[in-house]
């Protein structure tokens, strides 16, 4: 995995730890609809850098699409106040260029396809080495290319963004996506405390596709996904029954991410054979303290 553009730097928390959930019933449940469900690890360190509580990309999404032309806006609540960032991220991965230490060791990602150009509603995109890093040493090694766009001075919710990039190792690219409306969490606050033995209320404005992520924070001190609430329907507020709190860990933070995205996967890119998933996203994270 590789290092994360500044402005994303900038915004990651530390999470805390939490115990292996299971799928949960919530409450109120639309019949069958809404569900909590475990997210499943990868076998390996293929899945992009940029964590879950910035892009909204889940391991699952790491594993189907090789391209990724994503757009965040990112706002974090703690007891230190809110902070926000917004940027641009695009990655093609090269799946016939897989990195190894060693010929029989497990794959630690694959090469970052360099281009020719790219822009962002004609604004040049920052070129930027892509890097893996070792599951045991840490040691980072470059592989390829990735590239970057602080968004935050310009950021626009329900504005349509536009990627080009002139013909090069592969085609050009032309892809466009909505940004979502703008979220807003308003429970739990940033550093709740909150009672494992009892459920809770998680109240949001913003409409649009919404998934709620659960993170831990890894020995490497990376967050990790556990958990993935999607309500059926988008209607401001949900209710976690305590019997899934209790499956987390006590005296410990737990973060919620919050994720409005508009999702395209119907983009394709002359010469690239692997899947593109084109997404902008509204994240908002939050904590709270389980007694």
């Not at 899945?47 to 189907?64: Q, Y």
């Not at 990039?165 to 592969?170: C, K, N, P, R, W």
């Not at 409306?181 to 998680?202: C, E, I, W, Y």
Request: one cysteine or more; glycine letters at 8%; proline letters at 7%.
């Amino acid at each position: 995995m590789n290092r994360v553009p500044a402005i994303v730097a900038s915004l990651i928390v530390a999470f805390a730890g939490c115990k292996q959930p299971t799928e949960i019933e919530l409450k109120p449940a639309d019949p069958g609809n809404d569900a909590v469900v475990a997210v499943v690890q990868p076998i390996d360190s293929t899945a992009p850098s940029l964590p879950a509580d910035s892009i909204a990309i889940l391991p699952a999404d790491a594993s189907e699409y090789a391209g990724m032309i994503l757009l965040s806006s990112v706002t974090y609540s703690d007891t230190n106040g809110i902070r926000y960032g917004a940027f641009s991220w695009v990655y093609f991965a090269d799946r016939d260029r897989p990195f190894r230490i060693l010929p029989a060791t497990p794959v630690l990602g694959y090469y970052g396809i360099p281009l020719l150009s790219l822009a962002l509603d004609g604004n040049t995109m920052v070129r930027d080495p892509h890097y893996v890093r070792g599951v045991l040493s840490g040691r980072e090694f470059k592989w390829g290319w990735e590239y970057s766009l602080d968004l935050t001075p310009g950021y626009q919710p329900n504005h349509t963004y536009h990627w080009q990039s002139a013909a090069d190792s592969i085609g050009s690219v032309d892809a466009q996506i909505a940004s979502p409306d703008n979220l807003v969490v308003q429970s739990p606050a940033g550093g709740s405390k909150v009672s494992r033995t009892s459920d809770l209320t998680l109240r949001w404005v913003g409409s649009g596709d919404l998934t709620i992520i659960i993170s831990k924070l890894t020995e490497g001190g990376r967050t990790q996904p556990v958990l993935t609430v999607k309500p059926s329907r988008n209607i401001g507020h949900l209710v976690l029954k305590a019997s899934l709190l209790q499956l987390l860990a006590k005296d410990k933070p737990v973060w919620f991410t919050f994720v409005l995205a508009n999702r395209d996967a119907s983009i394709s890119v002359g010469g690239y054979n692997s899947s593109v998933l084109v997404q902008a996203a509204s994240v908002y994270n939050t904590y709270v303290e389980l007694r």
